[in-house]
Nanobody, 121 residues
Framework: QLQLVESGGGWVQPGGSLRLSCAAS????????TGWFRQAPGAQREGIAC????????NYADPMSGRFTISRDNAKATIYLEMNSLKPEDTAVYYC??????????????YGRGTLVTVSS
């Protein structure tokens, strides 16, 4: 059974940091593109960052560039999102995703159920 399970969300004050994790199971290859998305209340889902299947290319959406860092540990089958200098507008449900083509797309093949991040004072 293919499964992505996010963790690490919660409440944080503006300017704070969080590290999200995503445990992948059931996937038989390391050559998948892995990414993070988010969806704020009343808004459409947006891409945050993605690593290509080969690991040779990492892309970030402009609003997160310099504040967020995506990484993955193939041995642990885990994807991470390090978030710094968080702002109230970063409040959203955060989803990890995998694309079996190995290429980062705006819409990926599989998504987790998400973890809520709330940034407020």
């Amino acid at each position: 059974q293919l499964q992505l399970v996010e963790s690490g969300g919660g409440w944080v004050q503006p300017g704070g940091s969080l590290r999200l994790s995503c445990a992948a199971s059931g996937f038989t290859s390391d050559n998948y593109a892995t990414g993070w998305f988010r969806q704020a209340p009343g808004a459409q889902r947006e891409g945050i960052a993605c690593i290509s299947g080969s690991g040779g290319r990492t892309n970030y959406a402009d609003p997160m560039s310099g504040r967020f860092t995506i990484s993955r540990d193939n041995a642990k089958a885990t994807i991470y999102l390090e978030m710094n200098s968080l702002k109230p507008e970063d409040t959203a449900v955060y989803y990890c995703a995998i694309d079996v083509s190995g290429v980062c797309h705006l819409t990926m093949t599989y998504y987790g159920r998400g973890t809520l991040v709330t940034v407020s004072s």
